[in-house]
């Protein structure tokens, strides 16, 4: 049986309609520093509240995610599915809505919405971005069982943005069913690290063991032995929080 992660999120608290001032957002196409100005309104739903950041978010018009999997291919999306609480991400042209849990008070959701907004615009980062998806390995297929598809998940929304912050990635290959080993391709800094062997095993393995049982091991792709490391293990215990 597949055990989803767990989330726990803090008490419940009353929303408010305010503008969030961000200085200094760097912007990869502009010199120099900006300003940026993200205001937030209420809607009918108390669970619900309205980010805008004052510029496009959506251009195609609207679109909906209702968990973390189906936010796989948007960065802003995935950042913000990140948050403690958050249950439902919706996209407008010019505009974000955010929705919470009843555990989660609105007094911590919203100030790491707006760092979550805010650092995705100067990121530079498109809103959808399908293509960079599938080249890590981590796009779900109509074909792929719910193992796989739980696989994929773990390594997109709680392995890669961690090995990221490292200068690295991971490539998803391939899930033997029989063998129970996850196949992967390290690169960047992680591809050849000299500290390998404590964190494939120690970290990588272990939460993809722990929320899919069916996984017995985690190996490189190209190495008979599997062990390479990714990241500090903290760094991975820190995403799982």
Request: proline share 6%.
């Amino acid at each position: 049986m597949i055990r989803r992660p767990p989330r726990s999120t803090p008490k419940p608290s009353s929303a408010a309609s305010d503008v969030y001032k961000r200085q200094s957002v760097d912007h990869p196409s502009r010199r120099g520093a900006r300003t940026m100005f993200i205001q937030t309104q209420t809607t009918p739903n108390p669970m619900s509240l309205m980010f805008q950041p004052g510029r496009e978010v959506y251009a195609e018009g609207s679109k909906n995610f209702s968990n973390a999997r189906e936010a796989m291919a948007s960065p802003l999306a995935k950042r913000l599915f990140a948050i403690e609480g958050v249950t439902n991400v919706f996209f407008g042209i010019d505009f974000v809505t955010v929705t919470k849990g009843e555990d989660a008070e609105w007094e911590t959701v919203k100030p790491q919405t707006f760092e979550a907004i805010t650092n995705f615009y100067a990121s530079g980062e498109t809103v959808m971005d399908e293509e960079k998806l599938a080249a890590s390995g981590t796009a779900i297929a109509e074909d792929d069982d719910e193992i796989v598809a739980m696989i994929k998940e773990l390594l997109e929304t709680r392995i890669r943005p961690a090995v990221a912050e490292d200068g690295g990635d991971i490539v998803f290959k391939a899930f033997d069913p029989e063998s129970g080993l996850v196949t992967v391709q390290l690169q960047g800094s992680c591809d050849g690290c000299p500290s390998s062997s404590v964190t494939l095993k120690s970290g990588i393995e272990n939460m993809l063991m722990h929320y899919v049982p069916e996984v017995k091991g985690v190996v490189q792709a190209g190495q008979d032995d599997g062990e390479m490391d990714l990241l500090d293990l903290a760094d991975l215990h820190r995403g799982r929080k």
